[in-house]
Nanobody, 123 residues
């Protein structure tokens, strides 16, 4: 029903910036939105940020608040995650996911997932 594809990952030095993109295709939901999650080696996948389909509702994890910005351009069917002041704790595989009738942070509420894009922050 819904397909998501992340891109924009790569290698960046501590303090640098990177912007990820997520193209959403297929049938979208009437309510809910798109979230970004990340998973570092040896850790569980954790919530990063959320944006509703309309863009009017936003949510960020405390660990990235003030550094990351989520946005979307529905004309391009794309969700973005702008990441600033990156540090080693941000190293992970980043995934975008779609939720139906949900606006929160619980991983299991997101029904569709992309394949992920690797972000590596080095000193």
């Amino acid at each position: 029903q819904v397909q998501l594809a992340e891109s924009g990952g790569g290698l960046v030095q501590t303090g640098g910036s990177l912007t990820l993109s997520c193209v959403v295709s297929g049938r979208t939901f009437s309510s809910g939105g798109t979230g970004w999650f990340r998973q570092a080696p040896g850790k569980e996948r954790q919530f990063v940020a959320f944006i509703s389909w309309s863009g009017r509702s936003l949510n960020y994890a405390e660990s990235v608040k003030g550094r990351f910005t989520i946005s979307r351009d529905n004309a391009k069917n794309t969700v973005y995650l702008q990441m600033n002041s990156l540090n080693s704790e941000d190293t992970a595989v980043y995934y975008c996911a779609a939720a139906k009738d949900y606006y929160g942070t619980i991983r299991s509420r997101y029904r569709y997932w992309g394949q992920g894009t690797q972000v590596t922050v080095s000193s």
